[in-house]
C-alpha cells in the first residue's frame, strides 16, 4: 500500500474549501474501519486515506506550512501505512474518569505485546509500533502492525466472501482477555486493503 506523498497533500486554503465534505466522507470510512471488542478498547484499521486525513488534519490544527514542518508530519504519519503483507490498526484505551483510567493504565502494563488476529485459527501477534512505551504501565493510544503475510491476505479475502470464516481479535493479558470477532464490514474493508487496492480519489 502506497505511503502518503507530498503532492497528495493540499495547501491549508485549499484544503479548507473541501474539508467539509472531505471530512464527512472520511469519518463514514472510518466507521467501517473502527469496532469495539470489548468496553475498554476501541480499534481502528489504518490505510493510506485514513492516514493522508490525519496529516491533512494536523497541519490545519497546527497551521504548519514550512516544508520541513511537513516532511516531519508525513515521516511520523506514514509509519502506520501497512506494508505489504500487514494490518495496521491503532488500539485505544478509552475509559473517561482520569484517575480510573490511570489505574487500569498501570494494571495492563504490557498490553501492547499482548494483541494479536486470529485468522481462520491462526493466531498472528501484533507488533507494536508505539515511541516511549511507559514503564510499569501501557499508554491510552497503541500503535500496532500485524504481519500476516500473503496466507493472511488469501484468508481476509475469504472471509469476506464467507462469513463461516472466523477473523478474531484477541488480547491475552493477565488483566484482559479479550476474543472478539472483527465485524463483516471491517473484514471487507481490510480485505480491500490486502488486496492493495488503490485509494479512492478525494
Do not use: W
Not at 82 to 109: C, H, K, N, Q
Not at 154 to 178: C, E, G, I, M, N
Amino acid at each position: 500500500m502506497k505511503k502518503v506523498a507530498r503532492g497528495d497533500l493540499l495547501d491549508l486554503g485549499a484544503y479548507e474549501q473541501i474539508r467539509p465534505h472531505y471530512r464527512a466522507r472520511l469519518i463514514e470510512e472510518k466507521k467501517r474501519r473502527r469496532f469495539q471488542p470489548c468496553p475498554e478498547l476501541s480499534v481502528v484499521f489504518e490505510n493510506t486515506e485514513t492516514v493522508l486525513f490525519q496529516v491533512q488534519e494536523m497541519l490545519r490544527t497546527e497551521r504548519i506550512i514550512a516544508e520541513a514542518g511537513i516532511a516531519h508530519e508525513l515521516e511520523t504519519y506514514n509509519e502506520l501505512v501497512p506494508g505489504e503483507g500487514e494490518l495496521s490498526l491503532t488500539m485505544f484505551v478509552e475509559i473517561p474518569e482520569r484517575a480510573t483510567r490511570d489505574r487500569r493504565l498501570s494494571g495492563l502494563a504490557g498490553l501492547e505485546h499482548a494483541v494479536a488476529l486470529e485468522l481462520d485459527g491462526q493466531v498472528i501477534p501484533a507488533r507494536s509500533e508505539t515511541r516511549g512505551v511507559l514503564e510499569g504501565a501501557t499508554t491510552a493510544v497503541h500503535y500496532m502492525k500485524v504481519p500476516i503475510g500473503a496466507a493472511g491476505v488469501a484468508t481476509l479475502a475469504k472471509a469476506a466472501r464467507d462469513p463461516a470464516v472466523s477473523v478474531q481479535f484477541l488480547v491475552r493479558h493477565p488483566a484482559l482477555s479479550v476474543r472478539a470477532p472483527l465485524p463483516p464490514e471491517v473484514i471487507r474493508s481490510l480485505a480491500e486493503d490486502a488486496a492493495f487496492a488503490d485509494p479512492p480519489p478525494r
